[in-house]
């Protein structure tokens, strides 16, 4: 899957994924507004506008890009209905060939960890038949149990020839407090990165191993530290556009081969109808997603101009 | 409900959670094959036999102990329909008046971890109406993202007067890995316990916070630094029973108030009737529910005599 995604980022010249991450204040009223007079103002009600809403800005984008990175908690918070509506969203970004990161930040130990990934990236077995429960793509996971709860990810990995993003550098303001505290005079991070890359040595695809790292476009100079560390993992980059990175904060993101890197935004492509600047263009909330492929373009451009 | 947890405590005299987190090895033939029989060799057939085989359970226990704790990571690999199992049994606990703690080891960072408090302690409003998704009475956190992940879980359980426990020192043999690294001379998971405390002192019940930590059993020399550290907040010990944690080792998880801990078992008890002793005791597949109730019993007797 690695390879692919290697892949499918030539092809597609964009090394940008899409944030699948809908909250109710996002979608169009008139959408939401169809969905309650289907399902009442109900969980499934919410559950099907975001469908719906997800579907518009797949159909409107999927040419562009890559991959997808639905947050699961963004579902979770409608409970049943809004975790069918996640493998909806899921199984229907396959359907148009996009690859899926699963962000659901999973970690424990042991059985459970094997739980998890069998769940997001494996199959179970259900007496004489075997089943995929949730089936992205990749899987974004915690690290901070240590290799007892990375190992039965990799495992699935292994066998399902699917791929991580462990969590090393987050976006967030205060990723520092446990994250950048000096271990042998080094940052807690750099050790995780190491980790990384050996986690990754023992399942390598052509040019990247199978486990990535997520590191936040917030934080570019420890990005560039970073890079040398996993020379041969992914980094998932968080925290472009909304969270303040930018396009020339994402060199050192990358290798010398254009590749190494992919670039999340959300907001700032889910929600672009709402900028004024698509505003003007004559975006309406009817033609959300149309906002949606701009968004796409512009972030294609900024980066392809940063990277020269 | 921390308040309530301590008085449940008091009342069974069991500072005992059980851990309801099924692997379907461990239920009984008669049951997988009669919930086959109803569903097929389907995802709800494996759910359903999950969902009986907790039911089974929870009647035979629920009078001696304060609390449950689900692993929802055993659910989610059944996809939607062990989703469906695992708030059939939260609200079947909470019929039964039992303390649900959802094992759901959550953490992101600002809306993201808001959505995931939603989902398992608060509410969220669709039009003029709000449903709680999944309704534990805590959750497990992970705090790798720091103040930012844990901040959004916080105030919901500020409003819900639900609670958190915090990862801090997990019970497997690679916690270390991380979590014990020196930070100015001082291992990583004493400078999460000083967080946990802080986060606490804002959200207090009668004599503890809402914000616990989970520190494992199996580490009672750093359970006892913590225990110092974090005076206020519950200790959730995971690591008892299967895992090689003994009832002394427990002592210095628990305050001088005779609280201040829970323990969980989880195999030890859901599966106690596959262990010779209960077999030797007239214990068969069909009565594998009063194996837990004895397991339960030897486990208080067990905790009793340590605390003296």
């Keep these: 899957m690695i390879d692919k995604l290697c892949d499918k980022i030539r092809k597609t010249g964009a090394p940008i994924v899409v944030g699948l991450d809908p909250m109710l204040s996002y979608i169009p009223e008139h959408m939401i507004k169809k969905a309650y007079e289907e399902f ?8 099907e506008a975001v ?54 930040k999973r970690g424990d130990i042991g059985s459970t960890s094997a739980a998890y990934a069998t769940a997001h990236l494996g199959r179970i077995t259900v007496g004489s038949r075997t089943y995929a429960p949730f089936d992205e793509d990749f899987a974004t996971v915690n690290p901070y149990l240590g290799t007892d709860g990375i190992k ?12 991580l993003f462990i969590l090393v550098k987050t976006s967030n303001p205060s990723s520092g407090e446990f994250q950048d505290r000096l271990v042998d005079g080094r940052p807690l991070y750099e050790i995780v990165g190491e980790m990384v890359d050996r986690w990754g040595q023992e399942c390598m695809g052509c040019s990247y191993s ?15 530290a970073l890079r040398k560390i996993m020379p041969k993992s ?23 081969d254009g590749l190494g890197a992919i670039v999340n935004s959300s907001r700032g492509i889910i929600a672009a ?32 101009q940063a990277l020269g």
């Design 40 to 47: 009442g103002e109900t969980l499934e009600g919410a559950a």
């Design 51 to 104: 469908w719906q809403y997800n579907k518009g800005i797949v159909d409107a984008v999927y040419d562009l890009i890559p991959a997808v990175k639905p947050q699961i908690a963004m579902y979770e918070q409608f409970g049943i209905p809004g975790m069918i509506a996640f493998k909806k969203t899921v199984d229907y970004c396959h359907e148009k060939d996009l690859i899926v990161i699963g962000d659901v």
């Design 152 to 163: 039965p990810f990799v495992d699935v990995c292994k066998e399902e020839h699917k791929g």
């Design 210 to 224: 199978y486990v990535g790292a997520v590191v936040g476009a917030t934080y570019p100079e420890m990005g560039k």
């Design 234 to 256: 992914f980094i998932l980059v968080p925290g472009y556009g909304a969270q303040g990175g930018k396009g020339k904060d994402l060199v050192h993101f990358f290798n010398k």
């Design 273 to 304: 109808y709402k900028q004024e600047e698509y505003k003007a263009k004559g975006i309406t909330p009817e033609n959300y997603a149309d906002a949606s492929r701009m968004a796409v373009e512009a972030m294609r451009e900024d980066i392809a």
